[in-house]
């Protein structure tokens, strides 16, 4: 395939409901959930996809019952464990993205290591966002930029788009360019607002833990049928195509 997308930003929905209809508690379907992040991570690593961002617990996810919050913390931590020398091998560089410091020690202490272990990787950027919300991101950019002109580090004749975005959390990451989110909602559920904002976007109805490397395929064939105009005509697209050949 030609044309792959760089960036993939995927909300891995639907493992809730994947338990449900088989009967078993909610627990089990994060459990299953983990399978398949593993699979799309060594797919999209082979594609020589440039970074893979994953939203794995948003800031709005405090809200669910104590056991599953506690639940999803312990898993967070065993598999980053289990995981973590796999991605290396893979040369993959592990981060995280969100407000990390709430989180239980055991949990930044896992964060840590992978992060550390993996930092001077050249592979594919696989970055996971956790107590992550992209209001949030947006609040801290603008507080950071307002307390650098306080202090004088910065004019706020510099503030423009570039700046705002190396204030965010995917700072010197390209935007995502392929979207995609299982479990049937279209919606966004507060998942990288301002990076975003050009990206193509890929709703399917399959639940997280039933998604496969195949549609993960069909997702990128999709985007790579789609013309990105950016504003400009179809017209003024095709002409730099071709001035490109
Ligand atoms: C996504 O699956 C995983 C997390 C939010 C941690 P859900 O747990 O939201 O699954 P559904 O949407 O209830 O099926
Ligand atoms: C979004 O899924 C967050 C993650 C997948 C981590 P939710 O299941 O929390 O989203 P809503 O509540 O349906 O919008
Ligand atoms: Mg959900």
């Not at 020398?85 to 896992?110: C, M, S, T, W, Y």
């Not at 069909?218 to 730099?240: L, M, N, S």
Request: proline share 3%.
């Amino acid at each position: 395939m030609s044309n792959l997308p760089e960036h993939i930003a995927i909300i891995m929905d639907g493992n809730g409901r994947w338990a449900r209809q088989s009967s078993l508690p909610r627990s089990s379907g994060h459990q299953a959930g983990v399978k398949t992040i593993r699979q799309v991570v060594e797919h999209c690593a082979r594609l020589r996809i440039g970074a893979l961002t994953v939203y794995a617990f948003s800031s709005e996810n405090w809200q669910r019952p104590e056991k599953e919050v506690s639940f999803l913390m312990e898993l967070f931590v065993r598999a980053l464990r289990s995981e973590v020398d796999k991605l290396h091998e893979n040369n993959i560089a592990v981060r995280f993205i969100g407000e990390l410091d709430v989180f239980p020690q055991a949990l930044r202490d896992e964060i840590r290591t992978a992060t550390e272990k993996t930092a001077d990787n050249t592979g594919m950027r696989f970055n996971i966002a956790v107590n992550y919300g992209g209001r949030r991101e947006m609040t801290r950019a603008l507080t950071a930029v307002c307390s650098d002109v306080q202090k004088g580090i910065l004019d706020s004749s510099e503030i423009d788009e570039q700046l705002i975005t190396r204030y965010t959390w995917l700072a010197d990451v390209p935007e995502p360019d392929l979207f995609i989110r299982t479990g049937g909602e279209q919606r966004l559920s507060n998942f990288l607002l301002w990076h975003l904002a050009y990206t193509e976007l890929f709703f399917t109805n399959t639940l997280w833990p039933d998604f496969s490397v195949a549609e993960l395929d069909e997702a990128i064939a999709h985007f790579t049928q789609r013309q990105r105009r950016f504003g400009q005509t179809g017209e003024q697209v095709e002409d730099k195509a071709h001035e490109i050949k």
